[in-house]
């Protein structure tokens, strides 16, 4: 198999193209021929090294969060996915880059018809964050108001979306080019954070859904009704500020989850969901899809097709 590698610590200059051992599943485990990866901004956090204090890795190893493809051998005492199904994943904290992955059908749910293998690829790690953040962490109701930071990124478009459907009044910051995106996405209100100051232009908020994090966020806080919630995957937000404003902010991480992903699937194929996939790179090509997505202004996601 082919494998984007990384042998150390640093920028996308550091990763290479390499043929490595097939692996074989385990018990549990299916083994996937690759169609696509997303790209994530997790992906460079990580090379960058700015997680290894508390995710050390063995290098070299290979990038990627999530995938879509094609099962291509069961381990043992796998049930409820057969060789031959179209499925996706937020696979683990690496290892997508890859054209096969091993993964816990735990994290697996199959593609949704109304997605090509390629969109499905940019799919879970987003959709899985902005789902948990919005409705396990905020505890999003119907009737409320929701402001979200970077809404036209991978995590943002998702999370304008599933707000929308939700029932909430939906307010998404983003650059001019997106603006009739995002309302095409279902946002009531959308703000061009480069010639407006959001905080002058809405009334307060139940939810901010923080995607940027630093001045962004401290900027969030004047906009919160009491008892409202700020959540935040990107920047832990300041536990004493959001007790003297009287309302709960949270940071987390998101973790896979089959079943959630399932019910996403559901979405897509009812036609309440959409996919936004920007640009496709070769696998060969993934310090280019990696820098694409540094530059933090993606529309959607940015994907690797793993078979070219």
Do not use: C
Not at 31 to 45: E, H, M, Q, T
Not at 139 to 166: E, K, N, T
Not at 229 to 247: F, H, I, M
Not at 279 to 302: E, I, M, Q, W, Y
Request: hydrophobic share 45%; charged share 20%.
């Amino acid at each position: 198999m082919k494998a984007i590698r990384a042998s150390a610590y640093g920028g996308p200059e550091v990763l290479t193209l390499e043929d490595i051992a097939d692996p074989v599943p385990g018990e549990g485990e299916v083994l996937i021929d690759v169609a696509g990866s997303g790209v994530n901004p997790v992906d460079w956090k990580i090379l960058e090294g700015r997680m290894k204090a508390f995710l050390p890795l063995p290098l070299p190893y290979t990038p990627g969060v999530e995938v879509s493809g094609k099962i291509s051998a069961l381990g043992a005492g796998v049930t409820g996915f057969a060789v031959g199904e179209e499925v996706f994943a937020f696979s683990g904290i690496v290892g997508g880059y890859a054209t096969k992955v091993i993964t816990s059908t735990e994290r697996l749910a199959l593609v949704p018809r109304k997605l090509s293998l390629l969109e499905a690829a940019g799919v879970p790690a987003t959709a899985l964050t902005a789902w948990q953040a919005l409705h396990e962490h905020a505890g999003i109701r119907a009737g409320q108001r929701v402001l979200i930071h970077g809404a036209a990124g991978g995590v943002g478009s998702m999370a304008v979306q599933l707000a929308r459907i939700a029932g909430a009044h939906v307010i998404g910051t983003a650059s001019s080019g997106n603006l009739e995106y995002l309302r095409r996405l279902g946002a009531a209100q959308v703000i061009n954070y480069e010639t407006e100051s959001f905080e002058e232009s809405i009334s307060p908020v139940d939810i901010v859904l923080d995607l940027v994090g630093g001045e962004t966020q401290d900027r969030s806080w004047s906009l919160l009704k009491a008892g409202a919630t700020l959540v935040s995957p990107v920047s832990p937000p300041d536990a004493e500020r959001a007790r003297q404003a009287g309302v709960v902010a949270k940071h987390f991480a998101t973790r896979s989850d089959g079943k959630q992903l399932a019910a996403i699937a559901a979405l897509f194929d009812s036609g309440e969901l959409m996919a936004e996939v920007e640009t496709v790179f070769p696998l060969s090509r993934a310090a280019d899809a990696l820098k694409k997505n540094l530059t933090r202004h993606a529309r959607g996601k940015v994907v690797l097709d793993a078979t070219r």
